[in-house]
């Protein structure tokens, strides 16, 4: 196993404290339980907006902490869903006055612990709702799930979601710009390689040197079917089809399409991928009227990339193009 | 050699059709000669701000064209220095009449390139100067240099300078100001894992499960060492000392803390790193006054990190602040 670690149980403490520093003007960091949380928080107000997950999907969700997106993160031990006790803080944390929103990636813990927290934070007071996610398309259910995952479909989400709170939208607004966009946007991925959780200190699978596996979940868990490497635009075609077929995208469509890396990709492969992905959409008659590339939600130091398609409307296009100011994403205010 | 590309020989070509595909609001790209500008260039009255260099280090340059920072940047093959054709070309694009500067790194062949590039736009009626970025203090001179090569520094300076450049100051402050960054800021690398450059199809060098490399180049080219794996406060310790002595940093220095992924590293081992760096700095009474986390200056898909350290003054602390539209960089307007 090689990383720039100290402890592997220190792993996520550490990267904590490094956030704290470095980012001091935008979030701070609560320890015991552990969330971040954006510096002017609880906006009087406003609608809270709270994510988290297991750790090792970085900048997912902490990097998004800040004005115009998510105004708390709750960060588990990598790969492993956070606490309820962490969830329930960051929501009291952030709640303004005008409700707190749940932004749940469908993962069994993360589910069940979300629940858990917002009925303690309700008995407290708080009034919270929550919408899962679950945009990856490569398989139904899985290790970790029952249902579809939630992956690429996250980072879009809250950027929506949370411009939308910030502008001052109320929470049942919130909540079903929330369900529309989760509606709307689908994704796939592949490896090329797997990853090794600090804890396991052994990857978490193998891959042949000339095999690659689609449709992986974010934690390595197995997709649809290993195959042997192909070019980059089989591998487009690979992941781009069953998006498009799922929802169904149709001719006309306005879209975003973000190309991730899981963390181990270069930007230089990654705008191969958007190059091609963009080209079979306009083929289609699909406009990809915005975009995104780059390591957004990722898996530890994977090698490979996602796909994520997300049909725009005129709503939440604007809310896309609205200012946000996070350790990770910044757009001009 | 596993990655996301197709023909290994159309990699530099089909990046750039990637990036013109996802940022056409900001950038226009050149194929023949190749280069990208940023969208409303030439900018009449201003400074025309433009580097280059080898691919594989994305996003520098190129994800660094726009608003506040460059205005042209040249790619080469990967790891090759761009031709002076590029360069000329790219330098006239920009010119709105007040010179040129060239951002060069000091690499040979970039340096000789950009002289002739400088000679021949000259002739055409450009006023070029240039500024030598070697701010790597691992090794005085290497594979592909006489003296210090220019490394993390030069993201820096490509910021600050183009945010001077922007403000409307005239070439000779621009130069001046270039200058006085690369006077201030010092950098040191190392490597977890070698990289494959595509045309090669083999690792440029091996290192051993337990082995790291210490003063690598963004080429991996060779450091100062090759030692046992160690843990990442002990890293930045011997990355740290040698940047710290050089300029040499002293208490009561105002700086910022650049900590830098290879581009196979995930960010939540770069907190870790940061976290460490900023200890060793207020332990010797320097302020990290500003920050940047992430995969910035890359080397294809190495593992590894970089430190770099800039003693800032109230001007440059200013101008790192200033708006910023790139692909890659972006902060408010």
């Known amino acids: 196993m090689k990383k720039l670690i100290n402890a592997a149980d220190d792993v996520v403490h550490e990267a904590l404290e490094g956030m704290a520093l470095a980012h001091g003007d935008l979030i701070r960091v609560n320890y015991d339980p552990a969330y971040i949380v954006r510096a002017d928080a609880p906006v009087q107000g406003k609608v809270g907006i709270v994510s988290g997950g297991g750790s090792g999907h970085e900048p997912l969700h902490g990097g998004f902490v800040g004005r115009g997106m998510l105004d708390a993160a709750c960060p588990g031990a990598v790969f492993t869903s956070p606490t309820p006790d962490q969830m329930q803080a960051a929501t009291e944390a952030v709640d303004g006055g005008a409700g707190v929103l749940h932004i749940v990636k469908n993962y069994t813990g993360d589910v069940v612990n979300f629940e858990m927290a917002a009925e303690l934070a309700e008995a407290e007071g708080s009034n919270v709702r929550s919408v899962v996610v679950d945009d990856d398309v490569a398989v139904k259910d899985s290790l970790y799930t029952a249902g579809r995952r939630g992956v690429g479909g996250t980072v879009l989400l809250e950027k929506v979601v949370g411009a939308a709170a910030e502008r001052g939208d109320d929470l049942d607004a919130v909540v079903a710009l929330a369900e529309r966009v989760n509606a709307n946007v689908r994704t796939m991925g592949m490896a090329l390689t797997s990853c090794t959780v600090p804890a396991a200190g052994e990857p978490t699978f193998t891959l042949g040197e000339d095999e690659m596996e689609i449709g992986i979940g974010i934690h390595g868990e197995p997709g649809r079917e290993r195959l042997p490497l192909q070019p980059a635009d089989r591998i487009v075609d690979r992941l781009l089809s069953p998006i498009l077929e799922d929802l169904p995208f149709s001719a006309g469509d306005q879209t975003l399409l973000f190309v991730n890396g899981m963390g181990g990709t270069p930007l230089i492969e990654l705008y191969i991928v958007f190059r091609h992905a963009a080209s079979v959409l306009r083929d289609r008659g699909i406009t990809v009227q915005?975009?995104?590339?780059?390591?957004?939600?990722?898996?530890?130091?994977?090698?490979?990339?996602?796909?994520?398609?997300?049909?725009?409307?005129?709503?939440?296009?604007?809310l896309w193009d609205a200012p946000v100011l996070t350790p990770a994403l910044r757009k001009g205010v």
């Open 290 to 318: 915005r975009s995104l590339v780059g390591n957004w939600i990722t898996s530890l130091e994977m090698a490979g990339t996602s796909l994520t398609l997300l049909r725009l409307d005129d709503e939440m296009t604007q």
